[in-house]
């Protein structure tokens, strides 16, 4: 399981603060991802 925190400066994984859920998701899985869709919050293709 992967948690990452939403503040009002972006978001936090880890004690490390990403700009934007893409930044995070890009960090943790080692390759450009989109936030949303990595997460699980957008269907694939939409």
């Known amino acids: 399981m992967v948690e990452v925190v939403v503040e009002a400066e972006g978001f936090r994984f880890e004690d490390k ?3 934007s859920l893409s930044a995070a998701a890009t960090a943790i899985a080692g ?16």
């Open 17 to 19: 603060m990403f700009r």
């Open 31 to 46: 390759s450009r991802w989109n936030g949303p869709r990595f997460f699980g919050l957008r269907q694939s293709g939409r």
